[in-house]
Each structure stands twice: as C-alpha cells, then as structure tokens.
C-alpha cells in the first residue's frame, strides 16, 4: 500500500471515532439528572431508588459509569454498615433475652416461695376478716345505749343496767321505751341488719326476732335443731352432716369462714328461711334457687359479680344483703321479688339504677351508698313504702335544683335519707340548702350527711 493510501484510511478511521464521540455525548443528556435523583434518595434513606437512579446514569452514559459506579459503592458500604450495626443490635437482643430469662427464672422462684406461705398468708387476712365480722355481730357491752339513735336510726336498740350487782339486758323503742315483748336477758347482741339477735337466758342460748319468737340455738332438749351455727370456725367446707342429719332447719349462720362457694347439697335444707354467709369469699349463690322458703340472704362482704338468673323464684325472699361485694349490673330479674322489704348493695361497682326498681313496691328500706351513681331514676318514686334510703358515697350532682331531689320528695313514707360524700354536699351551705328543701316537702324525713 502506497504512503498516500495509509493517510486515507488513517482519515477514514478518525473520522468514525469522531462520530462516535459526538454520538455518545448526545446520548448522556439525562445522566446529571439520574446521579442528582440518586444522591436525593439516598439522603432520604431510600437506598433501592438511589441504587436504581446510578443504574439508569451508567446506561445513559457509559464513558461515565465510574462515576455512577462510585456512588453505588458508597450506597453499599452505607447498607454493609446497617447490616453490621443490625448484626449488633441482634447480639444485644440476645444477651437481653438471656438476661430476662434470668430473671424470669428469678420470679419464679419467688412465685414458688409466695405459694408456699399463701397458707399462713390467707390465714393473716381470714383472722382479720373474721375479727371484722365478728365486731359486726357482736354490740359494744356495759354501755348504757349501744347505738345512737340519731346516727343509726334503729327502731330497736340494745341497753344495759345492773340489777343487783348483775348486767340486765333488754330493748328499747326509739322513745327510750322498753320493749316487754322482747324480755330481759344474762347477755345480748343488737339486732342485725335482719332482724335477729342473739340472746342468753340462764342455761341456754337463743336467736331473737323482733317479734319476740325465740329459736333454739343449743337447747339440749331440743331433738331437731333450728339453727345452724358455723360461724367464724376458719371453716373452707360446711359439714356433709349439715345436710344429712338435720332436715327442719330454718337457719343456717356461717359467718367469717373461707368458702369459695355454696354447696350444692344445701338444696336439700327446703325448710331454710334464713341464711347468713357474711365475709367468705363467695363468688356466686345460684345454689340457693332452690331454697324456695327463704326469706333472708346475707352474703356481706364476700367476692359476688353477678344475680342469679333465677332469683326471682324466691318468692318469699324478703331481705337481700350484698353489702361489700363487686356488683357492677342490677338484672331485670331482681326486680321480679315483689315481696322484698330490705335491699342493702352498698360497696359496690353500681354506676346506673334500672328503671326496674319501681317494680319493688314492698321495699321499705333501700342501701346504695358507696358506689357510682350519678342520677336517679324517675320510677324510684313509686317506691311508696320506702322509709330508709341510703345514697352516701355517690356521684350525685346538682343539689336543690336536680331532678333526682325531685324524684326523692315524692317518696311520702321516707324517714331517714343519707346524703353524705356526694359532690352536691360538698360545702355546709349546700347541705343546709338540700336539708331545709327536703324538709320542706317531707317534714318527718331526716337527712344525714355522716
């Protein structure tokens, strides 16, 4: 090949790069905008973008790709440090759960040691429980009045005086009056919420009604027994023999023990009037459907969340008490006992009273003191034969000018109405203004605020 035809190809082939030169240029218009989009999404933590961004930029412009290729080593040395860091936090995680388990370990030995003094644990609260109780069904003696009549409002109270050197005790009226009906005895205890005291003559030990009829407690010529008494004995179960050899009873007291709940059996006591179970730790008493003479149920102080759903067949039931327990819904069915005079659920969870409780128009006393009522139903008017109620410890607002005073001042036959610890009584003007208002309208009414 002759010099001239060397310089003409060598032309020919400088003028082919230099085309494709100017065709690569041409093709890298988008590469700044993909490498900007990437470094955004990077400092936003969007790695994938990023990543994404620097690929497109080397695609559009591979004479740069060392550049695009730069940043995709520092996104992935960022993600390399993450995936370290996380590897140590990982680590970390292991040693705390390690750690945990360690003390998890830790409580449960302790949990084994506070089950293994649960015993002497129960015991402490059940001798206290019992005491309580006990200082409930037992009256302060050698005193001249046990109760304060302005502060109890019992219509029967226990006195004391000595007759030739020996205690005499005996009941009197609101008057101060004896009540002869009632006799004198060696020793006594006020009657409780239900009507009963007990009461020692020289030899014997009785119950007291207010009538004056007398029960057998212990009367050894006495064959079959009226009465059971298994109070305050740290009792967990009620005696097999409880339900088997004694078919008349007419009242069955265990107060202050440890049940857990009623037995079944009791159903066989179908002359049972009265039943006290006060401060156990009683849950339920759907047992006691059965039991269709009942006319008294106290169950103060013990664990009960719901009424049976078939209290109502207790037609004779006269006096509830479910003072103390954890009460939070008053069923419709509880409203079906039309012979019912006492309803005592203090210290509960009660937030709303159901209209319903105008169906109980037998009800002469009512105790809804220390729970979270805010108003009173209207139809609590057509409670006609009320004489006590009690609303102490409540949520009720408003004084003079609310509805519920309105709902009270047509209760005619109420006698004592108990106010105390409630917002509208906050201050001394409040509760003279609720007082003479009420008063005003029910002039035999006392109101308490204690």
């Known amino acids: 090949m ?120 129960f015991g402490a609260i059940d001798r206290s429980l019992i005491l309580k109780s006990q200082m409930r069904y037992t009256s302060a003696k050698h005193n001249r009045l046990i109760d304060s009549l302005p502060v109890s409002g019992r219509p029967i109270t226990l006195a004391i005086e000595t007759v030739e050197g020996m205690p005499s005790y005996y009941f009197i009226n609101r008057l101060g009056e004896e009540l002869k009906k009632l006799k004198r005895w060696v020793d006594a205890t006020q009657f409780d919420k239900a009507g009963f005291a007990i009461v020692e003559g020289p030899d014997y030990k009785f119950i007291l009604d207010t009538t004056g009829i007398v029960y057998t407690l212990d009367d050894p010529q006495v064959k079959e027994d009226e009465v059971l008494d298994y109070s305050f ?53 759907h047992q006691l459907i059965s039991n269709f003479k009942l006319e008294t149920i106290d169950l103060e102080g013990n664990m009960i969340d719901q009424i049976p759903i078939n209290i109502s067949n207790l037609v004779f039931l006269k006096s509830l008490n479910l003072t103390r327990n954890r009460l939070s819904i008053l069923p419709a069915y509880l409203f079906k006992l039309s012979l019912l005079k006492d309803l005592r659920l203090a210290h509960n969870r009660i937030a709303i009273l159901p209209t319903a409780i105008g169906e109980l128009d037998s009800l002469e006393t009512l105790d809804l003191s220390f729970n979270a009522l805010k108003s009173l139903p209207s139809s609590i008017s057509k409670l006609s034969k009320l004489k006590s109620l009690g609303l102490t410890g409540n949520q009720l607002k408003g004084g003079v000018g609310s509805t519920w005073i309105q709902h009270i001042l047509k209760l005619k036959q109420l006698k004592y109405l108990r106010l105390g610890a409630n917002p509208c009584t906050d201050t001394e003007e409040e509760r003279n203004k609720i007082k003479d208002f009420i008063r005003s309208e029910l002039p035999d009414c006392i109101v308490f605020f204690n």
């Open 2 to 121: 002759s010099r001239s035809q060397t310089h003409f190809w060598k032309l020919i082939v400088l003028m082919v790069l230099l085309n494709l030169s100017h065709t690569v240029m041409a093709r890298c218009t988008l590469f700044d905008g993909y490498i900007q989009q990437g470094d955004a999404s990077f400092h936003n933590g969007d790695f994938l973008r990023a990543v994404e961004k620097y690929i497109s930029a080397m695609i559009d412009c591979p004479y740069k790709a060392g550049v695009a290729q730069g940043k995709l080593n520092k996104v992935i040395s960022e993600l390399q440090g993450q995936i370290d860091s996380l590897k140590t936090q990982q680590k970390s995680l292991g040693n705390l759960h390690r750690g945990i388990r360690a003390q998890q370990l830790e409580i449960d030995s302790l949990a084994m040691q506070i089950a293994w003094r649960t015993d002497s644990l």
């Open 233 to 285: 004995e740290n009792r967990w179960h009620l005696p097999k023999t409880a339900f088997t050899e004694q078919r008349n009873v007419s009242m069955l007291l265990a107060n202050g023990n440890r049940f857990l709940e009623i037995p079944s059996e009791i159903r066989k006591l179908q002359t049972l009037e009265y039943l006290s179970m006060a401060d156990n730790r009683l849950r339920k008493f």
